[in-house]
């Protein structure tokens, strides 16, 4: 914000000041009760969802350790959400972007990113379908992209071992959390990808309360976390639920894991948008569905609050043409 003829106005420099201080919203049509769920709203940063706030933390962090040069090109393997705000970041800050994703990946986030500037670089799946994405296909994917990075010189973001990711969601995620309940939060749900939001908001919202309780949300049939033996590594829960307990997990913060149905996380989404009018992406959905079943299960007291994250924009995965769906054998650009 700025002063023009003494008159403070509202204006933003760059589509980076619009990412984070996303508002908290009640789903209480949703859910009337016993407690109450309160749900991020991440699908409002610039690029549709909360992966926006590791972006620019990430990029910001590599620039002051001298890793990221200016016009640098910088790579990244992506399942999308990461892709699209790098993709938002990169574009504004002048580095140009690639990114490897697998063809399993939905389609409208390859033309996402690309409308953004980026290349993305779709690759062949190894044993998934189209919607559903398993850890061999995130493998592929990365090979590819550490191939790419090495061959053009660029800088590998590497959000899967980058603790900036995590860190990112411990300076921002978490204090916004804390500040908008007016430092009332009974539980915290989130899904889990690379780790990063769960680790760094539950760090810091345990600091200011060691009695909040922090569940992890994983697909039925591929709980790791929970120690579980992966019996369906196909879910529809895209950019979670890989089937591996990321390196940036911590178990310290953590205080149980609650697992969804692919069923429930679309009735889930489904609700969220006919009762609070929100189109949310499958991680949202079984976001909600788990704070809904932890609210039921009687461990909360009856007037808990949970919060969770609606992590992305239903708009990523909107059925697409067969010519899109990714089953051919092109790892070319889209």
Same mark, same amino acid.
């Given at each position: 914000?700025?002063?023009?003829n003494?008159?403070?106005?509202?204006?933003k420099?760059?589509?980076?000041?619009?990412?984070?201080?996303?508002?908290?919203?009640?789903?209480?049509?949703?859910?009337p009760?016993?407690?109450?769920?309160?749900?991020?709203?991440?699908?409002? *940063?610039?690029g549709?969802?909360?992966?926006?706030?590791?972006?620019l933390?990430?990029?910001?962090?590599?620039?002051?350790?001298?890793?990221?040069?200016p016009?640098?090109?910088?790579?990244e393997?992506?399942s999308?959400?990461?892709?699209?705000?790098?993709?938002?970041?990169?574009?504004?800050?002048?580095?140009?972007?690639?990114?490897?994703?697998?063809?399993?990946?939905?389609?409208?986030?390859?033309?996402?990113?690309?409308?953004?500037?980026?290349?993305?670089?779709?690759?062949?799946?190894?044993?998934?379908?189209?919607?559903?994405?398993?850890?061999?296909?995130?493998?592929?994917?990365?090979?590819?992209?550490?191939?790419?990075?090495?061959?053009i010189?660029?800088?590998?973001?590497?959000?899967?071992?980058?603790?900036d990711?995590?860190?990112?969601?411990?300076?921002?995620?978490?204090?916004?959390?804390?500040?908008?309940?007016?430092?009332?939060?009974?539980?915290f749900?989130?899904?889990?990808?690379?780790?990063?939001?769960?680790?760094?908001?539950?760090?810091?919202?345990?600091?200011?309360?060691?009695?909040i309780?922090?569940?992890?949300?994983?697909?039925?049939?591929?709980?790791?976390i929970?120690?579980?033996?992966?019996?369906?590594?196909?879910?529809?829960l895209?950019?979670?639920?890989?089937?591996?307990?990321?390196?940036?997990?911590?178990f310290?913060?953590?205080?149980?894991?609650?697992?969804?149905?692919?069923?429930?996380?679309?009735?889930?989404m489904?609700?969220?948008g006919e009762?609070?009018?929100?189109?949310?992406?499958?991680?949202s959905?079984?976001?909600?569905?788990?704070?809904?079943?932890?609210?039921?299960?009687?461990?909360?007291?009856?007037?808990?609050?949970?919060?969770?994250?609606? *992590?992305?924009?239903?708009?990523k995965?909107?059925?697409?043409?067969?010519?899109?769906?990714?089953?051919?054998?092109?790892?070319?650009?889209?």
């Amino acid at each position: 914000m700025a002063k023009v003829n003494g008159i403070q106005n509202e204006i933003k420099e760059s589509a980076l000041d619009l990412i984070g201080n996303t508002p908290i919203v009640a789903l209480d049509r949703l859910h009337p009760g016993p407690g109450r769920i309160l749900a991020k709203c991440e699908f409002m *940063n610039p690029g549709a969802s909360i992966k926006c706030r590791s972006s620019l933390h990430m990029i910001n962090k590599a620039i002051e350790k001298g890793l990221l040069k200016p016009g640098q090109s910088v790579l990244e393997v992506t399942s999308g959400n990461q892709g699209c705000g790098l993709a938002v970041v990169c574009s504004v800050m002048g580095h140009p972007l690639t990114v490897t994703m697998s063809m399993g990946n939905s389609a409208q986030r390859a033309i996402h990113m690309e409308a953004l500037g980026a290349k993305c670089v779709r690759v062949p799946q190894v044993e998934g379908t189209y919607g559903n994405v398993t850890l061999a296909d995130v493998k592929a994917a990365e090979k590819e992209g550490l191939r790419l990075a090495e061959e053009i010189g660029a800088y590998y973001v590497n959000q899967f071992n980058n603790e900036d990711n995590a860190n990112s969601h411990y300076c921002t995620t978490g204090p916004e959390i804390w500040r908008q309940t007016g430092h009332r939060v009974d539980a915290f749900v989130a899904t889990v990808g690379t780790a990063g939001t769960f680790t760094g908001s539950s760090r810091f919202l345990k600091e200011k309360n060691p009695n909040i309780q922090c569940y992890v949300v994983e697909p039925e049939g591929s709980q790791p976390i929970r120690g579980c033996a992966i019996t369906k590594p196909l879910h529809l829960l895209q950019g979670s639920g890989y089937g591996c307990v990321p390196n940036l997990f911590n178990f310290e913060t953590m205080d149980g894991t609650l697992s969804v149905t692919d069923e429930e996380a679309s009735k889930y989404m489904k609700l969220i948008g006919e009762k609070e009018g929100l189109y949310v992406g499958y991680t949202s959905g079984a976001n909600v569905a788990a704070a809904v079943k932890l609210l039921n299960s009687g461990t909360l007291p009856e007037d808990a609050w949970v919060v969770t994250l609606l *992590n992305d924009s239903g708009l990523k995965y909107t059925p697409v043409p067969e010519s899109l769906s990714g089953n051919s054998n092109n790892a070319n650009s889209d």
